[in-house]
């Protein structure tokens, strides 16, 4: 009987420590165990979001480049007289120097009846200029060639050219150009 009654002791100390030490652990170690699956699964769905886009940083630096380089090539409304010296400054580097004439041609009261047109400030506007030049049909060339290499982008839009028989200058070009503000 002594040893049915120290096996019962055992076996009460037994589940004892079962039910106090190991069954609380188990359960901690299952709840870690669920936590750990959860996580997994919510990386494996945050690593497949980043596979649709893998070169993000390279776009970021890629459309941050072209801002850059837009604004570079921009003439601000402040700036429109730097660029008509720039204009000017072209011509008689090139040896036209007679009958240069620019102006600002206003695209602002291009909308319907002369009504002024509502734009955004952060849009890229249009300026632009008449440049009328007495020069040679080879001066011309070289003039609109040069246009291209200045510090801003420059799109011409129009070329007029006429012959002028009684000036040394053969040719009265006027050129419509545009330049773009932000």
Do not use: H, W
């Not at 669920?34 to 497949?48: F, G, I, M, S």
């Not at 509502?118 to 849009?123: G, N, V």
């Amino acid at each position: 009987m002594k040893t049915i009654g120290v096996m019962i002791v055992i076996t009460f100390a037994l589940t004892a420590l079962y039910v106090l030490l190991y069954l609380p652990e188990a359960n901690r170690l299952d709840r870690l165990r669920n936590e750990y699956n959860t996580a997994k699964e919510e990386l494996a769905a945050v690593r497949q979001k980043i596979s649709l886009r893998p070169n993000i940083e390279e776009d970021i630096e890629r459309v941050k480049k072209a801002v850059v380089e837009l604004e570079a090539t921009t003439v601000r409304e402040d700036e429109i007289a730097l660029a008509i010296e720039a204009f000017e400054t072209e011509a008689y580097r090139l040896g036209i120097s007679k009958g240069v004439l620019i102006k600002v041609i206003d695209s602002k009261n291009e909308g319907a009846a002369g009504a002024e047109k509502e734009e955004p400030s952060d849009t890229v506007r249009d300026l632009r200029f008449s440049i009328v030049l007495r020069c040679s049909y080879r001066e011309l060339l070289r003039y609109v060639s040069s246009l291209g290499k200045l510090p801003m982008l420059v799109t011409i839009d129009s070329v007029a050219v006429r012959k002028i028989e009684e000036t040394e200058a053969g040719l009265r070009a006027e050129l419509a150009v545009c330049t773009y503000s932000l």
